[in-house]
């Protein structure tokens, strides 16, 4: 009898194998995909836009600029590796359960703060040294987690100095919201296609929230990104929409 309830407390999980289920599901996956990678490789033109036509980075917070060329260049190092490294690929598969314009343009009084400067050095030199350990130890996934720890905590500063500038003056001037809004479409897009991997898992008895905690840096990442969208977004069509336009000077040309 023991052996009988044994067997029928043995429900065998149907194996993935990196496979979909639902070819909608799986649709609707490839187009939150694109749709997310679209978004986001046009989200930092608006501002560029912006600032060749005005003629002035004025209201662009110069720390926001040099943060987020950090954290992007830490982005890259993570997917580097991870493309190069069969160790890593191998762990990642298993968890997941799958197979200057500045310096050109009118800036005032605007400066790099030395608290940003004191953090970037601080991060690159923790970064130079982990990889010179990796590099002894062979330690590559180690190194993957040390890139994706910075990027993520990048990412949390990084829209700090903006969010804080623009509270000060009062308003959103110089910084173009149409980056933020494109930010924010590829980071709900970004949700929608974990979310259509896990229904898909999900319908067919196989491991569920892994594409949420499986990759913990991806959720992290555009968790954050969200939430300081929606605070830009508030800032600039809530808090500051009559006064936008009118702190910050443009310079124009003169004949």
């Known amino acids: 009898k023991r052996k009988i309830i044994k067997g029928q407390k043995k429900k065998k999980k149907k194996k993935n194998n990196?496979?979909?289920?639902?070819?909608?599901?799986?649709?609707?996956?490839?187009?939150?995909?694109?749709?997310?990678?679209?978004?986001?490789?046009?989200?930092?033109?608006?501002?560029?836009?912006m600032n060749f036509r005005r003629k002035s980075v004025v209201g662009l917070n110069l720390d926001f600029v040099v943060l987020n060329l950090t954290k992007h260049s830490s982005y890259l190092i993570y997917n580097v590796v991870l493309y190069f490294s069969a160790t890593a690929q191998a762990h990642i598969a298993t968890s997941m359960g799958l197979p200057r314009y500045s310096s050109l343009s009118s800036r005032e009084t605007q400066r790099f703060s030395k608290v940003a400067l004191v953090i970037i050095c601080a991060v690159w030199l923790s970064a130079a040294v982990c990889v010179f350990v990796a590099i002894h130890r062979h330690s590559w996934l180690w190194l993957i987690s040390v890139f994706n720890t910075i990027q993520v905590t990048m990412t949390v500063i990084k829209y700090v100095p903006q969010a804080i500038m623009n509270f000060r003056l009062k308003s959103t001037d110089g910084f173009s919201i149409g980056n933020i809004l494109l930010d924010l479409l590829g980071g709900v897009t970004n949700y929608g296609q974990m979310a259509m991997q896990s229904?898909?898992?999900?319908?067919?008895?196989?491991?569920?929230?892994?594409?949420?905690?499986?990759n913990i840096g991806k959720t992290l990442l555009s968790l954050v990104s969200i939430f300081f969208d929606i605070l830009f977004i508030i800032q600039h069509y809530v808090l500051y929409p009559a006064r936008k336009r009118q702190q910050l000077p443009v310079q124009t040309s003169r004949n």
């Open 18 to 49: 990196g496979r979909w289920n639902s070819i909608q599901l799986k649709v609707l996956y490839e187009v939150f995909g694109w749709v997310a990678f679209v978004a986001w490789s046009i989200s930092f033109y608006p501002q560029v836009i």
């Open 199 to 214: 229904i898909d898992q999900i319908l067919f008895l196989t491991e569920s929230w892994v594409n949420f905690y499986g």
